[in-house]
């Protein structure tokens, strides 16, 4: 349930017409609703009620943009960050560092040290050679990092391969059958306090399975871990619940999430922590674009050349991701499109032979789902500018992000004297 909804047969954004951004920001414009992100931060919420120590932190991979995580640090979320940018952001949206989780393969040094002055709440070490690293560091400068190993279960998530992280060959965690003797080994180290376990298995997860099953071995884990004395006060169960991108498809709830985990986690007796991302941001956000032309094509289709292309919202050149496309103002009739953006690449395609509103060069339309892994991934492939953001709120509106535009990208550009 998101607050895109058409009123008297213009989609609005809450109570804002899009086509009233459009005319005030341009397009490509991603539009954000506040009372969507509220409304699925409290189902969210609401759906581990029952559990008795929960913390939750906010994936901002999923939408770091400041706006949005004011939204989610009001709502009392936490954050989940992978980069000193990200942490950087989480901060300055107002979560304290004891909320924070530092995850993430690959943290710099530097970027250890940046988590550990600000105090971070748990950092989830990938490795035990990050771990031996990390326990360096914060003895070197009389601190203890307060950790939780992640472990990979080998589970198979059943979602799209680019996007599955708890399989044996993906690179995240320590193989659970290691996992007791790394953080035996890790515990003792003085620069370290193991507080717990983490697991994140993948990402637009559409069955509840595979996360019951990782959350199984992590549970036996726990208690092998205890029986050979060590403490584990939190569980970190990750992200991963998925959203429907198109009309019709169903996904478990955030209720029938917690009613899971409540069966299988429950008798743990530790602090439960969860970083979900798109289950709380994907459906409050659309990507508006405006037709350049409508293309006739060699064989049926014609191509609705759109202003949005893959450099804006990359996950269906990346993952062959569907967006459910919608005219803003429809007229009622219907066409069989292949709709594209402007790049120069054959990947820049959004859908193909896609029975869609009949759409004319100049019209408005939206790719919906969008809120999540959206204006965060764009890039300025094709000399094309960064993407704008507006976050709507009832009936008023603001840009949250500034179109960057192609020449403040080429300001930054430098040729050297011996080229002149
Ligand atoms: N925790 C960790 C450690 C993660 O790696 C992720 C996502 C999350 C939490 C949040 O997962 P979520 O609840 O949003 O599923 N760009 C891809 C998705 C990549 C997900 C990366 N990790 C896409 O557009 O589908």
């Not at 080998?154 to 996007?163: G, L, M, Q, S």
């Not at 992200?239 to 899971?260: I, N, R």
């Not at 009739?333 to 594209?340: E, G, H, P, Y």
Request: with cysteine; net charge negative.
């Amino acid at each position: 349930m998101d607050h895109f909804e058409y009123q008297n047969g213009v989609l609005c954004a809450e109570d804002v017409p899009l086509g009233t951004i459009a005319d005030a920001v341009g397009t490509p414009v991603y539009v954000y609703s506040r009372a969507t992100l509220e409304r699925h931060a409290r189902a969210f919420k609401a759906g581990l009620a029952h559990l008795p120590k929960v913390h939750i932190a906010f994936a901002i991979k999923a939408n770091p943009n400041l706006a949005v995580l004011k939204v989610m640090s009001r709502e009392g979320l936490g954050a989940d960050v992978v980069s000193g940018g990200e942490l950087a952001r989480a901060l300055a949206a107002g979560m304290t560092g004891p909320d924070i989780v530092f995850s993430g393969v690959g943290k710099t040094a530097a970027e250890m040290v940046q988590g550990l002055e600000a105090g971070i709440g748990q950092f989830n070490i990938e490795s035990e050679e990050e771990g031996i690293e990390l326990a360096a560091i914060a003895a070197a400068r009389g601190l203890r990092a307060v950790c939780a190993l992640r472990v990979n279960p080998d589970v198979d998530a059943r979602t799209h391969e680019k996007i599955s992280t708890g399989k044996a060959e993906n690179k995240f965690g320590v193989p659970i059958d290691r996992a007791a003797g790394i953080y035996t080994r890790l515990a003792v180290l003085p620069g370290i306090e193991m507080r717990g376990v983490a697991v994140h298995i993948g990402s637009q997860l559409q069955q509840l399975q595979p996360l019951e099953d990782a959350f199984i071995k992590l549970g036996e884990l726990i208690a092998e871990l205890r029986a050979g004395g060590q403490s584990v006060t939190h569980a970190d169960l990750g992200g991963g619940l998925g959203v429907p991108y198109k009309a019709g498809d169903v996904f478990p709830s955030p209720a029938e999430y917690g009613a899971m985990v409540g069966r299988v986690c429950s008798q743990w007796d530790v602090t439960l922590m969860f970083e979900p991302g798109r289950v709380i941001c994907g459906n409050a956000g659309v990507l508006l674009t405006r037709v350049i032309r409508v293309k006739r094509s060699s064989n049926g289709a014609p191509f609705v050349v759109v202003d949005a292309a893959m450099n804006d919202l990359a996950r269906p050149a990346m993952y062959g991701a569907w967006h459910d496309i919608d005219a803003v103002v429809p007229s009622g009739s219907r066409m069989i499109a292949n709709v594209v953006g402007p790049i120069c690449e054959t990947g820049d395609t959004f859908a193909m032979g896609r029975d869609i509103d009949a759409l004319e060069a100049g019209d408005l339309a939206v790719f919906r789902t969008a809120g999540a892994y959206g204006a965060t991934m764009a890039s300025s492939y094709n000399s094309r500018g960064f993407v704008c953001e507006v976050m709507v709120d009832g009936a008023k509106f603001a840009v949250v992000a500034d179109r960057i535009l192609p020449a403040a990208i080429t300001a930054a550009e430098r040729v050297p004297e011996w080229l002149e």
